[in-house]
Every structure is written in structure tokens, then in C-alpha cells.
């Protein structure tokens, strides 16, 4: 069961939907600045009339306490141990900056700080049920503190239900049968996936044959995916990379029950070396467990959409408890996602010239690829039960700018390929 985790105080396809990876490509950083500066000027004859007055709001001088105009929880919280997003409004007629501290399991210690908090946004907070078994009421607690006056507090009460006990399987199908060398980046990557899903989904019977790739081995039984994994020739040196996605989807989860990750064999010593293939196989394995592949279901007969804009300049990821780690990062809004590159890049991961060297955006830095806590949090937004402690340290490197020559990254791209998702019910 997993704990309640405590945040130390912040200032701060219709086609088929699998992905290839492409060899390294530069990007070089390209910035205008667009200066527009205007006047009109004109003369004219004084008319005498009535005389016109202006007015001017100024903060009370006289020193009041803050207003919190709401707080409350996301809807869906989801099943035992969840990750609960928090928002909140505040304002204060001085026009004082405001401190923010939200207790959101209700054992009356703050699990988060937010300095400069007058202008609102979300927080998420981990919580688990006192007795695993029993549902459970839970009264969350927000106080807001101008510094000059008593602070004020509001609460909200929610539900948390029991979930199950048992852990998320990762089954990997051919590990044994990969080249000695690359078999701890598998192995090391399903290990790393069940520790951040904590919780076990609705197990699956029989998987059809239709669901899943030709002279692929059947399936009798799906706790919680199965993953095939395999290095086979593609394309030769400097191609095609890899290719990964999953294929069948239950249709009460709308998660993955089985996936494919295909690297060429040409390529994995280059990648081995360098020291990108661990981190090139963890991101793979991420679309299999349905970052950027599951986030919109409706074209398999399922409800979730946790986009907008796809298709246009401006994507956005608006699942809410990624928000609000995206709000937790200093952003406003839904998360930026990648505009430019392939198919296979594009609206799928995060935006590149914003998150940098973070693990999901399209490109794998030759450094560190950081897994944050707003990857895992994307998660959460899926319907995994997620331990957030897990992710990497992370800040965003800087709003809206390319990093110098983006350090040379390597494309993470494609086409998603055949065969298509499959839905089962």
C-alpha cells in the first residue's frame, strides 16, 4: 500500500497507433523578435465644457485578511492510494502576495507550500486510505496567510474508495532471447514502470487473435499487460531505430493489454554505447503503457480525450493532475506538446523547446533524460493508481527556449504502423 508523500515547501488513430524511432538530427534554435512602435499625434481647437473627472482603485489601506473564493478537488479521484488534485482561488484587498498550504489527506500536516499563491492554480497531493479495506471521508485543508493579518481556512471533504492490493505486473515476452547486452535495459525498464504504477488494473482473459500481430504467440491471460519484445533487423544503420506501441486495449480500462517494442538490431550496439539505449528503451515502453498513444480513445469506441488542439500550432495535454504539476513548474494552462517533427512526434510527447531533456518529450538527450513528476502524473490521468515520488529531479530549463543546438538530441519518431489498436470488451 502506498503511502501519503509529503512536498517539501515550492517557490516556485484512426491508423495505428505504434511509433518508430529515427537516428540523431541537429536543431538549431530559431528566434525573432517582432518590435512594433506607433504614435499619432493631432491638434486640435480647446472646447469649453463640463469638467471631467477620472477615478483610480488602490488597494485598502487598511489591513484585511485574504479571501479564498474556492477550493476544491478534481472530479474522477479514483481508487486508493490516488493522486488528488487540489485548486483554489484566493485574493486579498491589500493587495498583499499571499501563502498558500494545502493538507490534503487531513492529518493536519501540510503537504505542500505555495508562495506568491493569490493567483490561483492546482497541486496535487498523495493519499492513501488509513485502513486499506474501508472507504473512507476525508476533510482536506487550505490556509492562505497575507503575513499582515490572522490567516484564513476552508476545507472540502472527499470521498477515497479501496483499490486493490495487489502490485502492476509488467510481463515481458522474448527478454531472454535479446542479445545479452540490451536485456537490462528491458528488464530494468518494466522494473522501474511497477514500481511507479502502484496498484494492479482489472485482469483480462483471453486475448483475441485478431487483436494482436501476426504469428504473434497467443495470449491466454493478461496480468496487467504483456509486452513483446524483440531485436530484429529493420532498415540497417542509421534508420529506423525502433518501433513500439500497443495493440489491444480493454475497453473497461481503456489501457493497454498487450504491446510491442521492436528495436533494430543495426543500431542497438551504436545506442549501447553512447548510453541512450536504457533511456530510449523506458520512454518506448511509456507509449506502450499509453503516453501519447492512449490519450484519446474515442476511435476504438472509448470515452477519454485528454487533448486539445491536436492538429493545430498550439497542442495541449489537459489532463488535470498533469496540469497541475505543470501549474507546480510555474505554467498556466494545458501542457505544451510537441508541434513540429514526424507522425510519430508531433502531438504525442511533450514540447521539446519547452521541457528540454525531459525522458517524454520527442527527442532522447545524449546526457540525462529526467523522468518527472509530470510524466507520472500524465499517468495518473489515464486511471493508474501512480507513486509520484518516483520521478526524477526536474525544472523546466526555460519557457519557450531552445536549448544550444538541442545538444545534438536524437529523434525519437515515426509512423505509427500497422497493425492498428484493437478494442476488446
Known amino acids: 500500500m502506498h503511502s501519503s508523500s509529503k512536498q517539501v515547501q515550492e517557490f516556485t488513430h484512426a491508423s495505428p497507433l505504434r511509433e518508430k524511432t529515427r537516428h540523431w538530427r541537429n536543431r538549431l534554435p530559431l528566434l525573432g523578435i517582432l518590435l512594433a512602435v506607433g504614435g499619432i499625434s493631432a491638434a486640435c481647437t480647446p472646447v469649453v465644457g463640463p469638467a471631467t473627472t477620472t477615478s483610480t482603485t488602490i488597494p485598502s489601506t487598511t489591513p484585511e485578511q485574504p479571501n479564498i473564493l474556492s477550493f476544491a478537488t478534481s472530479a474522477n479521484i479514483g481508487s486508493s492510494p490516488a493522486l488528488v488534485t487540489f485548486s483554489w482561488t484566493a485574493s486579498d484587498a491589500n493587495g498583499d502576495p499571499l501563502t498558500c498550504k494545502i493538507d490534503g489527506n487531513g492529518d493536519g500536516t501540510d503537504d505542500v507550500t505555495i508562495s506568491n499563491c493569490e493567483f490561483g492554480g492546482s497541486r496535487n497531493v498523495s493519499v492513501a486510505l488509513d485502513d486499506p479495506a474501508v472507504a473512507q471521508t476525508i476533510t482536506a485543508r487550505l490556509i492562505v496567510e497575507d503575513s499582515n493579518t490572522a490567516a ?52 483480462f482473459g483471453e486475448v483475441p487473435t485478431s487483436c494482436i500481430p501476426a504469428g504473434t504467440e497467443p495470449i491466454a491471460s493478461v496480468d496487467d499487460i504483456v509486452i513483446d519484445v524483440s531485436v530484429v533487423p529493420i532498415d540497417g544503420v542509421n534508420g529506423i531505430l525502433g518501433q513500439a506501441g500497443p495493440t489491444c486495449v480493454s475497453l473497461s480500462t481503456e489501457l493497454g493489454l498487450h504491446g510491442t517494442i521492436e528495436f533494430d538490431s543495426a543500431d542497438v550496439t551504436a545506442l549501447l554505447a553512447n548510453g541512450t539505449f536504457s533511456s530510449v528503451v523506458l520512454h518506448e515502453m511509456a507509449h506502450v503503457l499509453g503516453f501519447g498513444t492512449l490519450w484519446n480513445t474515442t476511435s476504438i469506441g472509448g470515452t477519454r480525450n485528454v487533448t486539445q488542439g491536436q492538429g493545430t500550432g498550439n497542442p495541449r495535454f489537459t489532463g488535470v493532475r498533469a496540469v497541475a504539476e505543470w501549474s507546480r513548474l510555474g505554467g498556466l494552462s494545458g501542457v505544451p506538446l510537441e508541434n513540429t517533427g514526424g507522425p510519430g512526434t508531433v502531438g504525442s510527447h511533450w514540447k521539446e523547446s519547452t521541457f528540454g531533456i525531459e525522458l517524454m518529450t520527442g527527442y532522447i538527450s545524449p546526457s540525462t533524460n529526467p523522468l518527472s513528476r509530470l510524466s507520472i502524473a500524465q499517468f ?8 509520484i515520488t518516483k ?10 527556449l531552445l536549448r544550444s543546438a538541442m545538444e545534438q538530441d536524437a529523434p525519437i519518431e515515426g509512423v505509427m504502423l500497422a497493425p492498428p489498436i484493437n478494442s476488446t470488451p
Open 380 to 387: 495518473a490521468d489515464l486511471g493508474y493508481n501512480v507513486d
Open 391 to 400: 520521478a526524477d529531479s526536474y525544472s523546466v530549463p526555460g519557457f519557450g
Open 152 to 203: 484564513v481556512v476552508r476545507t472540502t471533504d472527499f470521498d477515497l474508495q479501496p483499490g486493490t492490493t495487489e502490485p502492476f505486473d509488467i510481463t515481458l515476452r522474448g527478454a531472454s532471447s535479446l542479445p545479452l547486452a540490451a536485456q537490462p535495459a528491458f528488464n530494468g525498464a518494466a522494473a522501474r514502470w511497477e514500481q511507479i504504477l502502484t496498484a494492479g488494473v482489472e485482469d
